[in-house]
Each structure stands twice: as C-alpha cells, then as structure tokens.
C-alpha cells in the first residue's frame, strides 16, 4: 500500500527537465500506481495540449493517459466553460488556443466574454494593446498562470506567462482570475473529479511559490524536491533531494 491514495506530481524539475527525466522519477511514479495510489500531473505549462504532454511523458517512460494530465489550458477552458463564456480574445499559443475551442470557446474580433492570457513567445506591443483595451472595458480577465520565467534545457530561463499577464494587468489597470498554481482551483477540481479528499493527497513539486503554496492553500501534504529550482527547503517543509525514497 502506498502512503497515500494519490500523488499529484508537477513537470518541469520534478519529473523532468526539457526532455530528459530526472532519475528516479519514472520508477517513483511506477512504484505508486504499482502499489494501488492514483497519479495525477499538474502542471503550469499552457502551452501545450493533454495530448501532447500525453506523447512526452510517455516517451519518457512514464506511465500516463489523457486523464491523467492536467495543465493551465485545460483549467482555463474549464473555467471559462463552468462561467458560461463562449467567446475570448486570447494571448496565448496553439495549445491554449486549441484546447479553449474543444471546450466550445471561440476566438473572436468583436467584443468577446472574457480575454485569456498566457505565455506567448512571438508576443509583440500590439497583442498588449488590444488585450488590455478590452480589460480595460471591463471584459473578465482570466490568466492561465503568473510564472515569471519558463525553464529551458541547460539552466536557461525565458520570460513565462506571467510576464505576459503582468504587461496586459499593468496596461489595463485589472487583476486575472490566476487558474494555475499557487491557486488551488486545479487542484480542487483534480480531487473532484478522482472523489480524493485533501487529506489522501500528497502534492510533489519543485517551487515552493507555485507546487507547494497551491498544495497548502487546498489541505494536502506537500513535499518539495530539490531537482529544479529550489536549492533547499524553508524551515517546517518536507523535502527530499530527488524521487528515490517516496513512498
Ligand atoms: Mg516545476
């Protein structure tokens, strides 16, 4: 028997970096499930489909299905969905934009119901200037998540989508609703839709502002690994210097 019912897992630092696994982790992962616990990953990442995700976790060796995978798309579709918006003006790239229309959301040009905004890396003044015109009008403004950088292979950084929010947020004087982590709306509806309650659930992760802070605010226990970008753990966190002993 596992320690717990399930285990939500962050990506990037926790499972791996770019496209490499981070050792230890597909046997960690493959140990829980063999021993009855339910795996879920979460990540921040909008840019990318379920599917997608799908095809890189499995070419890694690590076992997944669609439903396994949850990220800051799908949580902004979902969002969107459940607020009855069917139109956006959306910042963001294919991913988002393909994963707001399986959900019944269509991009617009006229006035939309809500503007969505995530990472964009062929960003330019213009898309700034209208998403924040509309924010501005007071049109819902909905982030898929503030991470100020996105890591790249060989301990690079580029800006992340929260760089992005906070030029539209700064020019259209609004506040998002932040779908990704550190609000735990994700990982609420995560132990919705598995029937978990917070208690059965340990949520693994490598940012203490981000992983560990949504896992918190939602009641589960946290454990932060030191495989990405923390170096050591604060006073009163549980923490293991990779994935090898979880139980
Ligand atoms: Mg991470």
């Known amino acids: 028997m596992a320690a717990y019912a399930a285990y939500v897992f962050d990506l990037d630092g926790t499972l791996y970096r770019g ?3 981070i050792p230890h ?3 960690a992962v493959e140990r829980v499930i063999g021993e009855g616990a339910k795996v879920v990953y979460l990540t921040n990442n909008s840019t990318q489909t379920r599917g997608s995700f799908v095809a890189k976790l499995g070419k ?14 799908l949580g902004a579709a979902l969002y969107c969905a459940a607020q009855g918006y069917k139109t956006a003006h959306v910042l963001g790239e294919a991913g988002l934009k393909q994963t707001l229309s399986e959900y019944g959301i269509s991009e617009t040009t006229g006035t939309p119901d809500v503007v969505i905004v995530g990472l964009n890396r062929s ?22 998540n503030r991470d100020a950088t996105f890591p790249l292979e060989g301990g690079r950084f580029i800006p992340g989508a929260g760089s992005v929010v906070a030029a539209v947020e700064t020019a259209g004087g609004v506040t998002p609703f932040t779908v990704g982590k550190p609000n735990p709306y994700l990982l609420e509806l995560i132990l919705e839709t598995n029937r978990l309650d917070a208690s059965e659930v340990l949520v693994i992760g490598d940012r203490m502002d981000t992983d560990i802070e949504a896992g918190r605010r939602a009641g589960c226990s946290t454990l932060l690994v030191l495989t990405g970008v923390e170096s050591f753990a604060p006073d009163g966190q549980t923490s293991a210097p990779d994935l090898r002993h979880l139980a």
């Open 19 to 21: 496209s490499e696994p």
């Open 25 to 27: 982790a597909v046997s």
């Open 60 to 73: 890694m060796g690590f076992p997944v299905t669609e439903e396994m995978v949850w990220n800051s798309s």
């Open 123 to 144: 960003l330019t003044y213009q898309d700034i200037a209208e998403a924040s015109d509309w924010v501005r009008a007071g049109v819902p403004f909905v982030a898929t």
